[in-house]
């Protein structure tokens, strides 16, 4: 079953800004999705449809086959949703907050109140539950929003931006707690500056840019549409210039190592013998981790904004 | 952060869910009353004070007599009145756009309620107020003067349909407000005015008949002369028709915020 569909959406603005063209999009039941694109792109515009914050232009929105057209109600319920921007009320305190969204999808008070410990719980907020909200800090007031987006149990979470402004503990943590969320049966759909997130994270992807899908694949396919990948080898003796070795490109890095890109007709016995001519040791390797950055740039650089179609490639 | 098992609910029907839903609504709007008691009861009771001891004690004594009663008799309905309808506009004008400006509208949007009852939420919440402190204002009112209660009803009904009245205006004007300049205008520049030329602190037979016909057009007239009927069994102005302007503006008022939910108009944009 398809926990998200999304048919020639279409959004313009009322100062004429045409922020989506037409997208269709369909995220499988279950699933660990990535919505990504530039500033701009359309991403939280077609978040906000799909949440009933936007009103769309023309298209149909599917939230596990409900309608938002003819089965509002239904659809909302299915969904959670953890916004960009901090949107919940600052005066009020962490366990108001988590009880009166509980309220607002029709979970009784006593029930709430459980749940909101459950939630409290798994999102280490146990002790800020008499906080009053504008006082927790910026990780914190991130988990807030999942543990509401999470109280009336959704079976689809639509995260915009969740780690932005967090730093690398509770981000982790976080991709920790959403991996578990998603095993446990939580379709996910997540948007991301850090493409690293959406790498380890996510089993499909769909770029967006300009209002339209340029993307839209399963995330392993997508990267094997690179046709190269960097790897950064850490030398025994730090080099001062980089190696020649001819067929590759080589450069150096600010510590000493070296980074090579190697096609997919190449392999790295050719390289490793090749610097073990040289008398070079290599004592440690790993994956430059930017390859969905690299996709992602030549994606949205390599497209006509127009036609949403490739751009030529430029002559000389 | 782990994830344990969640407690599951049980799936309650929709009326059951809906009534939570309200219910929400109005306990949030309540507590806010609460939590912010010194600026939604605390004013309204001192002005109410003033006027009384200003108007009723000191300058009412040489006016003398209205219509068979003090003049403080007289203008306690009125000033009860006043206190509704600035305090239910009041609540909701500012509890709807604060909701809007810090985005916290957003948790009632994103969640399965049907738009009239978010009105019926925000306009319950405006009532409850407007009737928290008409009440104060009145246990004020009985410290300066007795008040006799002529026709019980239509106390109710007038106090009723009036809080419910300007709840719903406020909400229109959150509605539409882009900035906190746009939502104490409206109270500032229309509903001051409108109230105090309302018939709060006289009769409109008092006035030549030019200015009499010009206060028939002020809808706040019909609504103050109700309230006065309820408690002084005497009013300027045709009852039956009071009470069918009231009944017809809320009904329309009402409609006109559950459309402007549904078209999205300053929320949805």
Redesign the interface.
Known sequence: MKALSLRQLSKT??NGVHALKGIDLDVEQGDFFALLGPNGAGKTTAIGII?????KTAGQVLVFGHDIDTD???A??C?G?V?Q???????EKVS?ILV??A???????R?AK??ME??L????LREKRDAVSRSLSGGMKR?LMIA?A?I??PRLLILDEPTAGVDIEVRR??W??LR??ND?GTTIILTTHYLEEAENLCRNIAIIDEGRIIEHDRMATVLRKLHSEVFVLNLRQPLSTAPDLPGYAVKLAEDGSIEVEVTKAQNLNDIFAALSARGLEVVSMRNKANRLEELFMRLVEGRDAETGQPKPAASA | MNTATPVTAAVLPRGDRRWVGFRTIVIREFSRIVRIWGQTIVPPAITATLYFIIFGSLIGRRIGDMGGVTYMQYIAPGLIMMSVITNSYGNVVSSFFGAKFGRHVEELLVAPLPNWLIVLGYIAGGVVRGLLVGLVVTVIALFFTHLHVEHLLAVLAAVLLTAVIFSLLGFVNAVFAKNFDQISFVPTFILTPMTYLGGVFYSITMLPDWAQAVSKANPILYMVNAFRYGFLGQSDVNLGLSFALMTIAAAALFGLCVWLMEKGTGTRE
């Open positions: 603005y009322r949440a009933s914050l936007v009103n509002i109600e239904a909302k319920a969904l949703l916004p921007e901090i949107n919940f009320n600052q005066f108001t009166n969204q309220g607002f999808y029709g979970i009784p008070r029930l459980e749940r459950v939630w719980h798994k999102l280490q988990r509401r999470l009336h149990e943590s976080m920790e707690f578990q969320l446990r």
